[in-house]
């Protein structure tokens, strides 16, 4: 049972435009949410993160985004640059859990 | 500081043999979580340990297992491999002052089982 889900295997973006990447999640326990960054023959690299307590996180380029009603949540990336061609990875921590639980991954892939 | 380490980068086994990797977490980090990462899947979460202590297992069978040694250091075991378990390994430390939420990841082990 996937509880973190990225339906979009692959985004293709042009540089400079925005870059959507979205993750749905089914556990209502679920309270901490992060996005990852992975490179390859790299290890994923921790990006932003967001409580439930809120409903949007910035942090530079990057801004996450929570819908709790919808269990939702997005990353927008402004201005896309080709170093953010990469994988990327939503999580999420349920409610006093020590481990988080990946969605299988967005690749993004920004064009000059 | 020294980023997570994790011997060997590369591994190739045939199946039915048993296969160790190691990690070593960034100095200081007492937690220690291994996921495998699989084309479609994500990571998926194997065990976490802190303390030497198992704290958190996922759902896998039981041969795959792990322990944590008193300098934080962590080995993963995978016994009688099956094709289905080539994927790449990864382990993840975490520490006073990074927040549980915050994992370091190393750059993993592919493990490619023939």
């Known amino acids: 049972d996937q509880q973190v889900k990225q339906n979009s295997p692959s985004l293709s973006v042009q540089e400079g435009r925005i870059s959507i990447l979205n993750c749905d999640y089914t556990?209502?326990?679920?309270?901490?949410f992060l996005w990852y960054k992975k490179y390859p023959a790299e290890g994923p690299t921790f990006l932003i993160s967001?409580?439930?307590?809120?409903d949007k996180n910035e942090d530079g380029r990057f801004t996450v985004f929570l819908n709790k009603s919808a269990k939702h949540l997005s990353l927008h990336i402004v201005p896309s640059q080709p170093g953010d061609s990469a994988v990327y990875f939503c999580a999420a921590r349920g409610r006093g859990a020590q481990k988080l639980v990946f969605g299988q991954g967005t690749r993004l892939t920004i064009n000059p | 500081k020294a980023g997570v380490t994790q011997t060997p980068r590369y591994l190739i086994k045939t199946r039915g043999q048993q296969v160790t990797l190691s990690c070593s977490p960034i100095s200081g980090h007492r937690s220690v979580s291994w996921y495998q990462q699989t084309p479609g899947q994500g990571l998926q979460f194997l065990f976490e340990y802190f303390s030497e202590t198992q704290r958190n297992k996922g759902n896998f069978p039981g041969r795959f297992s792990g322990r944590q040694f008193s300098n934080s250091r962590s080995e993963m075991n995978v016994s009688t491999l099956e094709l289905g378990d080539s994927a790449l390994y990864l382990c993840?430390?975490?520490?006073?002052?990074?927040?549980?939420?915050?994992?370091?990841f190393g750059p993993g082990t592919r493990l490619t089982v023939l």
């Open positions: 556990n209502s326990m679920f309270d901490y």
């Open positions: 993840a430390s975490s520490g006073a002052g990074t927040g549980i939420n915050e994992q370091f």
């Open positions: 967001i409580s439930s307590i809120k």
